[in-house]
C-alpha cells in the first residue's frame, strides 16, 4: 500500500478556483490507479475523477466533467486536481485514493470499494 496527503483545500467563491495535490509515500515504485472522491455532509462517497498509472485512462463524474481535470507527475509521486468554476454544490472534503491490485471489470476506478489506500481528506467549501 501507499501512503495519501491530500492538501490544497480551502474556501473558495462560486465561480472561483482551487488545485488539489495528493502527495504518495511508500510502495510509489509499484504502478497504482489513483482516483479523487467526495463526501459532503449527510451525503454519500461521490466519484470525482481517477487517472490510470500512465495517465492514458481517465474518467470523470458527471458533475465535473467539463470544470475540473486530474493530472499526475509520477517522478513526483503526486496527483493534482484542478477545480475551476466552483460551485456551491462541490463543498466537500476531498479524498485521494490509491490501488495497485488488478480488477475484474474496466471502470473498477469510479467505485470506492475498489480503492485500497485512503487519504485523509481535505475540505473544499464553496460559498454562494
Known amino acids: 500500500q501507499v501512503q495519501l496527503v491530500e492538501s490544497g483545500g480551502g474556501w473558495v467563491q462560486t465561480g472561483g478556483s482551487l488545485r488539489l495535490s495528493c502527495a504518495a509515500s511508500?510502495?510509489?515504485?509499484?504502478?497504482?490507479?489513483m482516483a479523487w472522491f467526495r463526501q459532503g455532509i449527510g451525503k454519500e462517497r461521490e466519484f470525482v475523477a481517477s487517472i490510470s498509472w500512465s495517465s492514458d485512462i481517465r474518467y470523470f463524474g458527471d458533475s465535473v466533467k467539463g470544470r475540473f481535470t486530474i493530472s499526475r507527475d509520477n517522478a513526483k509521486s503526486t496527483m493534482y486536481l484542478q477545480m475551476n468554476r466552483l460551485k456551491p454544490e462541490d463543498t466537500a472534503v476531498y479524498y485521494c485514493?490509491?490501488?495497485?491490485?488488478?480488477?475484474?471489470?474496466?471502470?473498477?476506478?469510479?467505485?470506492?470499494?475498489?480503492?485500497?489506500?485512503w487519504g485523509q481528506g481535505t475540505q473544499v467549501t464553496v460559498s454562494s
Open positions: 485514493a490509491a490501488d495497485s491490485r488488478s480488477h475484474s471489470f474496466s471502470d473498477w476506478p469510479r467505485f470506492h470499494r475498489e480503492y485500497e489506500s
Open positions: 511508500g510502495r510509489t515504485f509499484s504502478p497504482y490507479g
